[in-house]
Protein backbone atom coordinates (compact mmCIF):
# COMPACT_ATOMS: atom_id res chain seq x y z
CA UNK A 1 0.00 0.00 0.00
CA UNK A 2 1.65 3.22 -1.18
CA UNK A 3 1.32 6.36 0.59
CA UNK A 4 -0.48 8.08 -1.92
CA UNK A 5 -3.47 4.71 -1.31
CA UNK A 6 -3.77 5.44 1.90
CA UNK A 7 -4.21 9.50 1.55
CA UNK A 8 -7.12 8.08 -0.74
CA UNK A 9 -8.10 5.35 2.06
CA UNK A 10 -8.31 7.95 4.32
CA UNK A 11 -11.34 9.33 2.70
CA UNK A 12 -13.12 5.78 3.59
CA UNK A 13 -11.83 5.53 6.91
CA UNK A 14 -9.22 7.21 8.28
CA UNK A 15 -8.02 5.31 11.64
CA UNK A 16 -8.04 1.60 9.66
CA UNK A 17 -5.87 3.40 7.08
CA UNK A 18 -3.60 5.36 9.71
CA UNK A 19 -3.17 2.12 11.60
CA UNK A 20 -2.26 0.21 8.15
CA UNK A 21 -0.01 2.62 7.82
CA UNK A 22 2.21 2.07 10.95
CA UNK A 23 1.98 -2.04 10.31
CA UNK A 24 3.11 -1.20 6.61
CA UNK A 25 6.20 1.43 7.66
CA UNK A 26 7.16 -1.48 10.27
CA UNK A 27 7.03 -4.24 7.81
CA UNK A 28 9.17 -2.64 5.52
CA UNK A 29 11.61 -1.73 8.01
CA UNK A 30 11.90 -5.10 9.39
CA UNK A 31 12.50 -4.02 13.07
CA UNK A 32 9.33 -5.71 14.88
CA UNK A 33 8.85 -9.38 14.90
CA UNK A 34 5.49 -9.92 13.19
CA UNK A 35 4.17 -11.79 16.23
CA UNK A 36 4.61 -8.61 18.10
CA UNK A 37 3.07 -6.59 15.01
CA UNK A 38 -0.04 -8.94 14.40
CA UNK A 39 -0.86 -8.89 17.88
CA UNK A 40 -4.87 -7.73 18.23
CA UNK A 41 -4.35 -6.15 21.37
CA UNK A 42 -1.57 -3.99 19.84
CA UNK A 43 -3.40 -3.28 16.74
CA UNK A 44 -6.46 -2.32 19.26
CA UNK A 45 -3.91 -0.11 21.51
CA UNK A 46 -3.04 1.74 18.66
CA UNK A 47 -6.64 2.15 17.10
CA UNK A 48 -7.76 3.15 20.04
CA UNK A 49 -4.95 6.19 20.61
CA UNK A 50 -4.86 6.97 16.99
CA UNK A 51 -8.45 7.44 17.04
CA UNK A 52 -8.47 9.32 20.44
CA UNK A 53 -5.39 11.39 19.83
CA UNK A 54 -6.31 12.26 16.06
CA UNK A 55 -2.99 11.03 14.91
CA UNK A 56 -1.96 12.24 11.24
CA UNK A 57 -0.14 10.00 9.15
CA UNK A 58 3.44 12.66 10.03
CA UNK A 59 2.78 11.49 13.52
CA UNK A 60 2.54 8.07 12.25
CA UNK A 61 5.61 8.18 10.81
CA UNK A 62 7.52 10.14 14.14
CA UNK A 63 5.58 7.18 16.54
CA UNK A 64 7.32 4.58 13.97
CA UNK A 65 10.80 6.27 13.53
CA UNK A 66 11.30 6.51 18.03
CA UNK A 67 10.02 2.92 18.27
CA UNK A 68 12.90 2.14 15.44
CA UNK A 69 15.35 4.25 17.77
CA UNK A 70 14.19 2.52 20.60
CA UNK A 71 14.96 -1.05 18.73
CA UNK A 72 18.51 -0.02 17.90
CA UNK A 73 19.52 1.36 20.76
CA UNK A 74 18.53 -1.27 22.57
CA UNK A 75 19.96 -3.91 20.45
CA UNK A 76 16.14 -5.09 19.35
CA UNK A 77 15.53 -6.02 23.21
CA UNK A 78 12.62 -3.74 24.12
CA UNK A 79 10.18 -4.70 22.13
CA UNK A 80 10.46 -8.59 21.66
CA UNK A 81 7.56 -11.56 21.42
CA UNK A 82 6.65 -12.70 24.76
CA UNK A 83 3.68 -14.82 26.36
CA UNK A 84 2.42 -11.41 27.78
CA UNK A 85 1.92 -8.45 25.65
CA UNK A 86 0.92 -6.40 28.26
CA UNK A 87 4.76 -5.23 29.07
CA UNK A 88 5.76 -4.42 24.88
CA UNK A 89 2.19 -2.42 25.44
CA UNK A 90 3.46 0.02 28.34
CA UNK A 91 6.78 0.03 26.29
CA UNK A 92 4.85 1.80 23.85
CA UNK A 93 3.24 3.68 25.63
CA UNK A 94 6.24 5.51 26.77
CA UNK A 95 7.33 6.14 23.43
CA UNK A 96 3.98 7.43 22.20
CA UNK A 97 4.66 9.65 25.37
CA UNK A 98 8.03 10.84 24.38
CA UNK A 99 6.23 11.57 21.06
CA UNK A 100 3.43 13.12 21.82
CA UNK A 101 3.12 13.80 25.58
CA UNK A 102 6.46 15.36 26.76
CA UNK A 103 4.65 17.35 29.72
CA UNK A 104 3.44 13.89 30.86
CA UNK A 105 6.80 11.99 30.98
CA UNK A 106 8.48 14.96 32.78
CA UNK A 107 5.85 14.79 36.00
CA UNK A 108 6.01 10.92 35.56
CA UNK A 109 10.13 11.39 36.25
CA UNK A 110 9.47 13.52 39.04
CA UNK A 111 7.91 11.30 40.58
CA UNK A 112 3.89 12.80 39.47
CA UNK A 113 2.05 9.75 38.34
CA UNK A 114 -1.34 11.58 37.52
CA UNK A 115 -4.17 9.09 36.66
CA UNK A 116 -6.26 11.22 35.12
CA UNK A 117 -3.49 13.05 32.65
CA UNK A 118 -2.75 9.04 31.31
CA UNK A 119 -6.37 8.13 31.56
CA UNK A 120 -6.91 11.29 29.66
CA UNK A 121 -4.20 10.35 26.90
CA UNK A 122 -5.87 6.53 26.29
CA UNK A 123 -9.32 7.56 26.57
CA UNK A 124 -10.03 5.76 29.70
CA UNK A 125 -12.12 7.69 32.18
CA UNK A 126 -12.35 5.23 35.12
CA UNK A 127 -12.11 1.61 35.53
CA UNK A 128 -15.26 -0.74 35.06
CA UNK A 129 -15.93 -2.78 37.81
CA UNK A 130 -15.71 -6.35 37.29
CA UNK A 131 -18.92 -8.43 38.07
CA UNK A 132 -18.71 -11.94 39.45
CA UNK A 133 -18.51 -14.34 36.15
CA UNK A 134 -18.93 -11.32 33.81
CA UNK A 135 -18.36 -12.07 29.89
CA UNK A 136 -17.35 -8.30 29.72
CA UNK A 137 -13.57 -8.49 28.89
CA UNK A 138 -12.28 -4.52 29.58
CA UNK A 139 -10.83 -2.60 26.90
CA UNK A 140 -7.16 -2.78 26.18
CA UNK A 141 -6.46 0.80 27.41
CA UNK A 142 -8.19 0.02 30.34
CA UNK A 143 -5.99 -3.27 31.44
CA UNK A 144 -2.90 -0.58 31.04
CA UNK A 145 -4.68 1.60 32.95
CA UNK A 146 -5.38 -1.25 35.45
CA UNK A 147 -1.38 -2.32 35.54
CA UNK A 148 -0.44 1.09 36.31
CA UNK A 149 -2.87 1.14 39.51
CA UNK A 150 -0.40 0.40 41.75
CA UNK A 151 1.82 3.66 40.45
CA UNK A 152 -0.44 6.38 40.60
CA UNK A 153 -0.12 8.96 43.35
CA UNK A 154 -2.18 11.66 41.41
CA UNK A 155 -6.12 12.02 41.04
CA UNK A 156 -6.06 8.22 41.29
CA UNK A 157 -9.80 7.98 42.75
CA UNK A 158 -11.46 6.41 39.41
CA UNK A 159 -8.94 4.13 39.29
CA UNK A 160 -8.53 2.33 42.78
CA UNK A 161 -8.75 -1.40 42.42
CA UNK A 162 -10.42 -3.19 45.78
CA UNK A 163 -8.60 -6.22 46.85
CA UNK A 164 -11.70 -8.60 45.71
CA UNK A 165 -11.27 -6.46 42.48
CA UNK A 166 -7.66 -7.33 42.00
CA UNK A 167 -8.54 -11.16 42.08
CA UNK A 168 -10.79 -10.43 38.81
CA UNK A 169 -8.08 -8.47 37.10
CA UNK A 170 -5.46 -10.87 37.68
CA UNK A 171 -7.80 -13.65 36.34
CA UNK A 172 -8.81 -11.63 33.19
CA UNK A 173 -5.19 -10.75 32.75
CA UNK A 174 -4.11 -14.16 32.47
CA UNK A 175 -7.27 -15.57 30.29
CA UNK A 176 -6.34 -12.91 27.68
CA UNK A 177 -2.41 -13.70 27.72
CA UNK A 178 -2.02 -9.43 28.93
CA UNK A 179 -0.16 -9.94 32.09
CA UNK A 180 0.38 -12.72 34.59
CA UNK A 181 -1.11 -10.77 37.40
CA UNK A 182 -1.58 -7.48 38.37
CA UNK A 183 2.08 -5.76 38.10
CA UNK A 184 4.07 -5.04 42.06
CA UNK A 185 4.69 -0.82 42.64
CA UNK A 186 7.31 0.72 40.25
CA UNK A 187 6.74 -2.38 37.74
CA UNK A 188 4.54 -1.01 35.29
CA UNK A 189 5.95 2.88 35.64
CA UNK A 190 9.43 1.59 34.78
CA UNK A 191 8.48 0.03 31.33
CA UNK A 192 7.23 3.22 30.47
CA UNK A 193 10.43 5.32 31.79
CA UNK A 194 13.16 2.62 30.67
CA UNK A 195 11.73 2.93 27.23
CA UNK A 196 11.66 6.68 26.98
CA UNK A 197 15.18 7.20 28.99
CA UNK A 198 16.94 4.89 26.07
CA UNK A 199 15.50 8.07 24.07
CA UNK A 200 17.42 10.78 26.25
CA UNK A 201 18.57 12.61 23.36
CA UNK A 202 14.89 13.93 23.62
Known amino acids: MSYHRILSDILGNP ?6 YFQQLIREKGFLHNDLLSDSFLI ?12 SL ?14 VLSNSHRFIPDRYIGYSLLRLFGVMLVCFKPDIL ?13 GNFLGVT ?10 DIPE ?3 FIM ?7 NENKDNYTISDDQQKKWNSYMRNVSFMEEMPYRGRAIAQI ?10
Open 126 to 135: KLPYLEEGGS
Open 58 to 71: REIETLVLHIEVVQ
Open 146 to 152: ASLTTDF
Open 140 to 142: VCE
Open 15 to 20: ILAASA
Open 106 to 118: REIRKGVVDADLL
Open 44 to 55: KFLIKVIRHQGL
Open 193 to 202: IETANIMAFE
